[in-house]
């Protein structure tokens, strides 16, 4: 049995070595388990997935980043501790590109947002420009395409904090389709047009560049159209 087999449904392989593994992360799926959720995550699907099933093996994951649950698209872990260690050190370096649709037309076809991130005790996160209340938090964004009743963003990540684009496009006042949190609760889109379209780091170990595209959801196709293939189309 292939050690594909042990991978489940909608959870794709973009790049695999010995020190590093990147998927395409389904929408739906948390990227490490929580205190309602222990089993159905990406950790936990690829621990056994380098595990080929055998619960005995010693082989394990190491998580460098997350995705929200609602978000979908390139997902990076380490397959050894060094590896981790690596990529997380160039973090700040690392070239990460989302798209996102959002409802309307904006009038700034390129922009980057400031804020501070604070979250609250219902776990919401909000703006502040109060330094001393939360992290500092920068977005840029450039307009793709426009439809007339949606637009399709490229977002680029300036900094990595939690629910950073939803928040910050959310208060610019276009919230990200089927965003309920930060958005529209009454939005009849099933997902989240949030989507990691991109990135490229340098290897931890042989210190080659790597860039990954993830392929991009039928969802987006079905809201805005055809999507040029120089940004990121198959």
Request: charged letters at 25%; glycine letters at 6%; proline letters at 3%.
């Amino acid at each position: 049995m292939s050690r594909k087999s042990y991978l489940p449904q909608g959870l794709t392989i973009l790049y695999e070595d010995d020190d590093i593994l990147v998927v395409d992360k389904p929408s739906g799926l948390l990227t490490i388990a929580t205190e309602k959720e222990k089993i159905k995550t990406a950790y936990h699907a690829l621990t056994d997935y380098v595990r080929k099933g055998n619960a005995r093996s010693s082989k394990r994951i190491f998580i460098v980043h997350r995705l929200d649950r609602e978000t979908s698209g390139a997902l990076v872990f380490a397959k050894t501790q060094e590896a981790k260690d690596a990529l997380q050190a160039q973090w700040q370096d690392t070239d990460k590109r989302y798209l996102a649709v959002v409802p309307g037309t904006l009038a700034e076809k390129t922009a980057t947002l400031t804020s501070y991130l604070a979250e609250n005790a219902a776990h919401v996160v909000y703006s502040t420009h109060d330094s001393s209340k939360g992290k500092f938090a920068q977005t840029a964004y450039r307009v793709l395409k426009e439809t007339g009743e949606f637009t399709l963003l490229e977002v680029s990540l300036l900094t990595g904090r939690k629910h950073q684009i939803r928040v910050h496009l959310a208060d610019k006042g276009y919230p990200v389709v089927g965003d309920k949190r930060y958005g529209r609760k009454e939005s009849s889109h099933k997902r989240l047009a949030l989507h990691a379209q991109s990135i490229a780091f340098n290897h931890p170990v042989s210190g080659k560049r790597v860039d990954i595209a993830a392929k991009i959801p039928v969802f987006f196709l079905k809201l805005v159209g055809n999507i040029p293939k120089s940004e990121g189309q198959e």
